[in-house]
């Protein structure tokens, strides 16, 4: 089976500008969660998708949202950049029908916001 | 919330020797995942624990969780440069994935 896929793998942006991230997990994979890497924070849980319905969601500001299509892929949407949103977001994908099932990672969006 | 902490930060070994990283707990944890990262890459699952005083291993990678379930060990045999890495332990708390800061090892000549 392939894996996890994000696109695209960098991003560049500036201040105020908004940006997608997308996503496509392993196939049969129902469950699809958002990870921010920062070397300060470390990974902090974004939010997670389930059947096209946010399940949870982690501390983080409106700014950051994100949407989950029929065939399971999902996108993440961040609105006024700002610096502090220079990060790697990692997507992640399990079966997750009940309870938690392992994650499976994809390789990750660099964004970097001047 | 529950804090996982990583010990060492930072790991530095001959290749060929062993080494243990360990992850703690601040709360009880019923499933414990063990990841490696490859600098700014995705993450790769390694194992997962649930059961106190279980014991996994795959390849030359051992890990175990204790009997009272709040730590859990990561243990490296003949370590190769293959190895090199970040080393991520992760707590189940039902819905997603709690990270500790992570363990960077370096395997030198």
């Known amino acids: 089976k392939a894996g996890v896929t994000q696109t695209p793998r960098y991003l560049i942006k500036t201040r105020g500008q908004q940006v997608t991230l997308s996503c496509s997990p392993i196939s049969g994979h129902r469950s699809v969660s958002w990870y921010q890497q920062t070397p300060g924070q470390g990974l902090q849980f974004l939010f997670e998708y389930f059947s096209e319905t946010q399940r949870n969601k982690g501390n983080f500001p409106g700014r950051f949202s994100g949407r989950q299509f029929s065939n399971s892929r999902s996108e993440m949407n961040v609105s006024t950049l700002e610096l502090g949103d220079s990060a790697l977001y990692l997507c992640?994908?399990?079966?997750?029908?009940?309870?938690?099932?392992?994650?499976?990672f994809g390789p990750g969006t660099r964004l970097t916001v001047l | 919330s529950q804090e996982l902490e990583q010990s060492p930060q930072s790991l530095i070994v001959q290749e060929g020797k062993n080494l243990t990283i360990n992850c703690t707990s601040s709360k009880t944890l019923y499933g414990l995942y063990w990841y490696k990262q490859k600098y700014g890459e995705g993450l790769i699952f390694l194992m997962m624990l649930q059961k106190g005083g279980e014991e996994k291993s795959h390849e030359k990678i051992t890990a175990k969780l204790d009997e009272k379930k709040q730590q859990s060990s990561l243990h490296i045999t003949a370590s190769q440069p293959s190895h090199a890495g970040i080393y991520l332990c992760g707590a189940d708390i039902g819905y997603a994935l709690n990270f500790g800061k992570g363990t960077s090892l370096l395997v030198t000549p």
């Open positions: 992640a994908s399990s079966q997750m029908t009940s309870g938690t099932d392992t994650q499976y």
